[in-house]
């Protein structure tokens, strides 16, 4: 049902649908990965499998939301076969950085700018500094605590 709705939205919005994911790509210049998200478990399922492959061997930049579909939350990508290597261009971690960070070696940015205090102590980790009033804030590849 939630799907259903999402694409009624999508269709309201003027999203276009395409059945050939390889060949659509050849008409746009950057990637939005938003295919799964940081709960993704388990085996990639059809038609997925595609996707994951275009984008491990497109030149095009993708940026891929809180987790690369087909990583794990905490291991990362997956040490072999499908998604093994996708790489992002870049990673937009939303609240916080996620264990998988580790693994990453793009651009790396956090848009978490709303988490209280008293959550970042609970969960043991830093809200980075935010410059004005900008929502995003790009962090440095290692040293982050997560």
Wanted: glycine share 6%; hydrophobic share 40%; no cysteine.
């Amino acid at each position: 049902m939630a799907l259903k709705r999402l694409a009624k939205q999508l269709e309201d919005l003027e999203v276009p649908f395409v059945d050939d994911f390889p060949s659509a790509l050849k008409s746009t210049d950057h990637i939005v990965d938003a295919i799964f998200g940081f709960s993704f478990s388990g085996e990639v399922r059809e038609p997925f499998p595609q996707v994951i492959k275009s984008l491990e061997e497109t030149k095009l930049p993708v940026t891929s939301v809180d987790a690369p579909s087909s990583w794990d939350i905490e291991n990362g990508p997956p040490k072999s076969g499908l998604g093994s290597n996708f790489m992002p261009a870049t990673l937009v971690s939303l609240t916080a950085p996620k264990p998988l960070v580790k693994h990453f070696t793009g651009r790396h940015f956090v848009g978490g700018r709303f988490v209280p205090p008293f959550i970042a102590k609970k969960y043991d980790f830093e809200v980075p500094e935010y410059q004005g009033i900008d929502q995003v804030v790009e962090v440095p590849p290692s040293g982050q605590k997560l």
